[in-house]
């Protein structure tokens, strides 16, 4: 199989985020980044299944120069090459565009699969996996659990509500994004670190892709949250306190 991982590289968790002027992104300068832990489990995923079925993995990323990190991370975990498609802005994109520019890059690689994360951990759209299916015209399954490839088919198991599961098929070639937990990722070993240095990763211009950067959504601000303390007291009967308790939990709270 021919598998290509679209992994993103975000903010650290850990890491002091300050606004810029004007509210639409975060300050980068000194502060660390990660690999977006949701595309750590596809890539997870994505070797197991290379493991038991032969083949290879690619790794895709989009962004600045730093965004290599993310991919020399995933050749080191076993991934056979990657394809950094540069951008130094784009933080800027929406889900269309950013999907519109990834399905421009690997239009000819013809992979037989292709593994998104369910979503990003910075600004968390939880589009661009399913956009990218689209654009493709291939089939696509969303929150997988668990992946059973037979011959050209797949057995999918995805995760619904309140504890549910869902078991579909779906042929190749397809786009799936992982659900967290599907897996437990690896960690690096020296030897693959050292391997990681002789893997191939491509670089393309994203402006070379003749993607249009018209944009179908924008952001208008971020913010830090406000820490806030309230505190009201319910006056009345049992009865009535218990009425308005269950008010302000279903239309206030937003718990019931």
């Given at each position: ?66 965004a290599k990190q993310t991919i020399k991370e995933a050749l080191a975990k076993g991934a ?16 269309l565009t950013s999907a519109r520019s990834l399905a421009a890059a690997i239009d000819k ?52 509500e309140a504890g549910w599961f869902q078991w579909v098929e779906v042929p190749l070639p ?83």
């Amino acid at each position: 199989m021919r598998i290509g991982v679209c992994i993103k590289q975000v903010p650290a968790k850990d890491a002091p985020l300050a606004i810029v002027d004007g509210g639409t992104w975060i300050r980068e300068s000194d502060i660390g980044f990660e690999t977006n832990e949701p595309d750590g489990f596809a890539l997870e995923e994505a070797l197991r299944l290379k493991e038991k079925h032969g083949g290879e993995v690619v790794a895709i990323s989009m962004g600045p120069e730093r965004a290599k990190q993310t991919i020399k991370e995933a050749l080191a975990k076993g991934a056979e090459r990657g394809i950094h498609i540069s951008d130094p802005d784009f933080f800027k994109l929406d889900p269309l565009t950013s999907a519109r520019s990834l399905a421009a890059a690997i239009d000819k690689e013809n992979f037989d699969l292709i593994l998104t994360g369910l979503q990003s951990d910075d600004q968390g759209f939880g589009q661009t996996g399913v956009l990218l299916a689209e654009l493709m015209g291939r089939p696509h399954a969303t929150i997988i659990m668990a992946i059973e490839v037979n011959g050209d088919r797949m057995k999918l198991k995805r995760e619904l509500e309140a504890g549910w599961f869902q078991w579909v098929e779906v042929p190749l070639p397809a786009v799936l994004t992982i659900q967290s937990g599907i897996n437990k990722p690896r960690y690096a070993t020296l030897k693959g670190i050292m391997a990681a240095k002789k893997k191939e990763i491509a670089t393309l211009d994203r402006a070379s892709l003749g993607v249009a950067d018209r944009q179908t959504q924008r952001v208008e601000r971020i913010y830090v949250p406000q820490k806030a303390k309230k505190t009201e007291f319910l006056t009345g009967t049992p009865k009535e306190t218990a009425a308005k308790l269950i008010e302000k939990l279903r239309h206030e709270a937003r718990v019931i």
